[in-house]
């Protein structure tokens, strides 16, 4: 082994030693994150040309999903959910994929923090309705206009 996952065993170790206290938050009150690195079982973590090929092959098939997931964005299909999905499967192997991932379930967390302050849903309550008697306007005027003429009574 090297020394880096060394290093890892021991920030494991005290994060095991965090949660087998109780509520899985470590001593400074702040949740325990997960150690950043490989999640590669130790024996490919042992041998460099088997740990490379398995990153290789994580990286091969969350790129597929990734890819698969920004077809989705045009087509039907929860495109964002496989997008993150994909990073998911990368941040099992890359730093930077579960930096990514830390970063983007912080601005969600945040997100949903300020939609739940009852001014911001105040605001968009007003919004949604006024958005709908616009709409129901429109509707009412083209319906006054020209009519409703049923799809198997279109003359051609």
Known sequence: MNAESDERGVAAATVAAGSAAGDGRAGDGHAAQRELGSRAPGFIRASKVLHVSWQVGIFVVGLAVVGAG????????????????????????FVWAQLVLRWTRRKVTEAAQRALDPKVRRRNIVLTVVGLVIIAVLVGIYVWKFGIVMPWKIEQ
């Open 70 to 93: 920004i077809v989705m964005l045009p087509l039907p299909g929860p495109g964002w959910l496989v997008i993150f999905g994909g990073m998911a499967i990368w941040a099992t192997e």
